[in-house]
């Protein structure tokens, strides 16, 4: 499945559980369970639902939610490394053509405004200002690299963090829809 499949996904079965959380009247429970970060709440408040297939509608719907969740953290981790991987090819390529293009462009247009003299003072100032476009890019390539590390590091925490409890329900309790211990 990919990113774009897998997001519409996420976000039909997030308006099939708000729908869900509406029909069986808890809505406000798990609105304040999710705004505390409270997962016990949240789950006091699924179980409280006394209608028993709209609760195991509700518990199941939800742990198809936490597996995509935990499907889209590895596709998000996948696709970081892919970007990181792609600014530093693209940072490999020099763009040594600028530097030829700059110093061809000075000795022309020293000739053509001094002469001889204006010719060498041209592919000296061309010869430098190649060298500082080259340094310019180099220096943003170096950025750009950077941010896509940075978004690496974030990618992979957040999937490291949804592989500690990555299901509100355990196994148990999504097959009977019913509190453990």
């Known amino acids: 499945?990919?990113?774009?499949?897998?997001?519409?996904?996420?976000?039909?079965?997030?308006v099939l559980i708000g729908s869900l959380e509406e029909k069986a009247g808890i809505a406000a429970a798990v609105k304040y369970a999710r705004?505390?970060?409270?997962?016990?709440?949240?789950?006091?408040?699924?179980?409280?639902?006394?209608?028993?297939?709209?609760?195991?509608?509700?518990?199941?719907?939800?742990?198809?939610?936490?597996?995509?969740?935990?499907?889209?953290?590895?596709?998000?981790?996948?696709?970081?490394?892919?970007?990181?991987?792609?600014?530093?090819?693209?940072?490999?390529?020099q763009p040594w053509h600028l530097s030829i293009i700059s110093s061809i462009g000075g000795v022309v247009l020293g000739q053509w405004a001094l002469g001889l003299a204006g010719a060498v003072g041209g592919a000296i100032g061309g010869y430098f200002l190649g060298q500082w476009l080259v340094s310019s890019i180099?220096?943003?390539?170096?950025?750009?690299?950077?941010?896509?590390?940075?978004?690496?590091?974030?990618?992979?925490?957040?999937?490291?963090?949804?592989?500690?409890?990555p299901y509100l329900f355990s196994a148990a309790e999504q097959e009977t829809c019913e509190r453990e211990g």
């Open 35 to 93: 705004e505390t970060g409270a997962p016990d709440k949240l789950k006091d408040a699924y179980f409280s639902v006394t209608e028993t297939e709209l609760r195991k509608k509700l518990i199941t719907t939800t742990a198809k939610l936490d597996q995509l969740y935990l499907q889209k953290c590895d596709l998000d981790v996948s696709s970081a490394k892919e970007e990181v991987s792609k600014t530093i090819d693209k940072s490999k390529k």
């Open 1 to 14: 499945m990919g990113e774009a499949e897998l997001k519409q996904e996420i976000n039909k079965l997030s």
């Open 138 to 165: 180099q220096k943003e390539n170096l950025k750009e690299i950077e941010k896509a590390k940075q978004l690496l590091a974030s990618a992979q925490t957040r999937n490291e963090e949804s592989r500690i409890d």
